[in-house]
């Protein structure tokens, strides 16, 4: 077995037994937009999925009417961005940790309530998901992996001969 995986899973019983984290019931009724206000989402953390999701992403329409969208993205590609937005939020990802570029961009996202948190990494990070457990949200979408459960309540599956384009194309689907 790899030493990494390991590694996470000793991460999770330790969070699973001190109560860090538990496992996500669904509750979502979807579509259900409106009772969703406060959009977070959360772009890929390498750079090739950051590509493909922003060219997924490049007509949708996120000026809609009583929707706010707050964009987190890795702060290594600030400079490949071509949405116009104000709420963008820059991260550093680094090996074993994440941390806000702007204790301002902290405040907003950790202490206040959003609405919907979704999550476009298709690989599992542990430390972004510990994050994303931290925020206080109705709904989480992400990705179907080994762990997922702990973290989310709407899982999209991945299949191996799917392109990472599609499944994003799923997650813009939901948010119609």
Not at 69 to 86: C, D, P, S
Not at 129 to 134: E, Q, V, Y
Not at 139 to 151: A, L, P, Q, T, V
Request: net charge positive.
């Amino acid at each position: 077995m790899n030493f990494n995986l390991i590694k996470i899973r000793l991460k999770i019983m330790f969070y699973l037994i001190f109560g860090k984290i538990s496992k996500k019931t669904a509750k979502i009724e979807l579509p259900n937009h409106k009772n969703v206000k406060d959009v977070v989402i959360f772009f890929p953390a390498d750079e090739k999925a950051f590509r493909i999701a922003m060219y997924s992403f490049r007509e949708f329409d996120f000026f809609k009417k009583n929707l706010n969208f707050y964009f987190v993205i890795n702060q290594k590609f600030e400079h490949l961005i071509k949405l116009n937005a104000t709420n963008l939020i820059f991260m550093q990802f680094h090996k074993s940790k994440i941390s806000f570029c702007n204790l301002k961009d902290e405040d907003i996202l950790i202490n206040e309530k959003k609405d919907m948190l979704i999550d476009l990494n298709t690989n599992f990070n542990f430390e972004l998901c510990k994050m994303i457990d931290s925020i206080d949200s109705n709904y989480k979408i992400g990705f179907k992996n080994k762990y997922s459960d702990y973290f989310f309540n709407l899982q999209l599956d991945t299949f191996s001969n799917d392109i990472t384009e599609n499944s994003f194309n799923r997650i813009k689907q939901i948010l119609m």
